[in-house]
T-cell receptor, first 117, second 110 residues
Framework: DVKVTQSSRYLVKRTGEKVFLECVQD?????MFWYRQDPGLGLRLIYF???????EKGDIPEGYSVSREKKERFSLILESASTNQTSMYLC????????????????FGPGTRLLVL | KNEVEQSPQNLTAQEGEFITINCSYS?????LHWLQQHPGGGIVSLFMLSSGKKKHGRLIATINIQEKHSSLHITASHPRDSAVYICAVRKGEYGNKLVFGAGTILRVKS
């Protein structure tokens, strides 16, 4: 079974702190994703990475950065946490689409609920 | 207007009822996913569809590409089906990114 793990289930930080959220997958997937989930808005893509050291902005990248130094690990960084970044953060991974172009399902981690005070 | 719309937003059913959750989208897609999220946050992929119909146990998912619409059906619903059900589409032909609906909160009462 594919396993995607996230470093914390719950996190409480203060405004202005630098926050690291870690995600690790064990299936050698090329693609990794960071989402945030807010009530009524669904999941929104923050950043994704399609290979080591490669990243692409999603729909809401402002206030976030990412790091992918190793294939299995994708980190989300809040440079200076703010109260509007209080949210549920979900990491996901997927293999690269097959040569037929058929898209692949994404496998999600358990989520990190972040509270910024 | 969101590219992916789900209805209803909230649904309460009695155990044993047949349940339908709808998803409409406004963009060209290569695939549509139905996901389930239980309290606590973990998301599980239920189905990935690009045409027709898929069935897994008591769950059935259908998609009509021409009408840009998909439905998720649950037969003989059970309290353990209580969860958020999320529709997501993969835009374009080879896209890696998903666009998500806001989710449908389902509560099945015993």
């Amino acid at each position: 079974d594919v396993k995607v793990t996230q470093s914390s289930r719950y996190l409480v930080k203060r405004t202005g702190e630098k926050v690291f959220l870690e995600c690790v997958q064990d299936m050698d997937h090329e693609n990794m994703f960071w989402y945030r989930q807010d009530p009524g808005l669904g999941l929104r893509l923050i950043y994704f990475s399609y290979d080591v050291k490669m990243k692409e902005k999603g729909d809401i990248p402002e206030g976030y950065s990412v790091s992918r130094e190793k294939k299995e690990r994708f980190s989300l960084i809040l440079e200076s946490a703010s109260t509007n970044q209080t949210s549920m953060y979900l990491c996901a991974s997927s293999p690269y689409p097959s040569t037929s172009g058929i898209s692949e399902t994404q496998y999600f981690g358990p989520g990190t609920r972040l509270l910024v005070l | 207007k969101n590219e992916v719309e789900q209805s209803p937003q909230n649904l309460t059913a009695q155990e044993g009822e047949f349940i339908t959750i709808n998803c409409s989208y406004s963009v060209g897609i290569s695939a549509l996913h139905w996901l389930q999220q239980h309290p606590g946050g973990g998301i599980v992929s239920l189905f990935m569809l690009s045409s027709g119909k898929k069935k897994h146990g008591r769950l059935i998912a259908t998609i009509n590409i021409q009408e840009k619409h998909s439905s998720l059906h649950i037969t003989a619903s059970h309290p353990r089906d209580s969860a958020v059900y999320i529709c997501a589409v993969r835009k374009g032909e080879y896209g890696n990114k998903l666009v998500f609906g806001a989710g449908t909160i389902l509560r099945v009462k015993s």
